[in-house]
């Protein structure tokens, strides 16, 4: 039985140093750890018109042309990517997907990566646990508000986080066909 109760005596440990640090910018082997469950939002969307193969459309001053949606329902979800081999084995790096009708390339580019070529979004969770690619890692800047501990203000700090700027496949015949037979322990 599992006891989680406010009884439960502990010892005291000194905690892994865990490194959140970015890793440098470059293209890692990767598997996918886990995928989060879908979220809802529902919103009022300028959605960016496009021909049929998928090109931005223009107006003639060269801008966007945007049509709203109002209540435009989409979805999001977080994958976290597990660098493995090399200096960063074990790392974590983590790429957000979404259904947002802006970001046609965002799912489609995580499919190619992981060599899976048609599936429902409703799947992302089941079908790619587990699976290869290479991603293609930079560093972005953003500024975080945070308190000063020692004087109570607030002040602004820059923080820097990894995101993935495209998946690659992994270049051999099929790199994921052993690891989706095999049960990979996550």
């Not at 009022?44 to 801008?63: P, T």
């Not at 499919?111 to 790619?128: F, M």
Request: aromatic share 8%.
């Amino acid at each position: 039985m599992v006891d989680t109760s406010l009884n439960k005596k502990y010892i005291a440990k000194e905690g892994g140093n865990l490194d959140f640090s970015p890793i440098p910018d470059g293209i890692y082997r990767a598997r996918v750890k886990e995928v989060t469950p879908w979220t809802a939002k529902t919103q009022n969307i300028k959605v960016i018109q496009r021909d049929e193969n998928g090109k931005a459309l223009l107006d003639e001053k060269g801008e966007q042309l945007r049509e709203l949606v109002p209540n435009c329902t989409f979805y999001n979800c977080n994958v976290k990517m597990e660098i493995i081999g090399g200096a960063y084995d074990g790392r974590l790096v983590f790429h957000n997907l979404s259904t947002h009708p802006n970001m046609p390339f965002n799912i489609p580019n995580f499919l190619y990566g992981i060599g899976l070529q048609e599936i429902s979004a409703s799947e992302i969770q089941e079908k790619t646990k587990g699976l290869i690619c290479d991603i293609d890692v930079f560093t972005d800047k953003y500024e975080k508000k945070v308190q000063d501990k020692e004087t109570g203000l607030d002040k602004v700090e820059e923080k820097y986080i990894n995101k993935v700027k495209a998946f690659k496949q992994v270049p051999a015949e099929n790199p994921n066909a052993e690891i989706e037979t095999e049960d990979m322990g996550f």
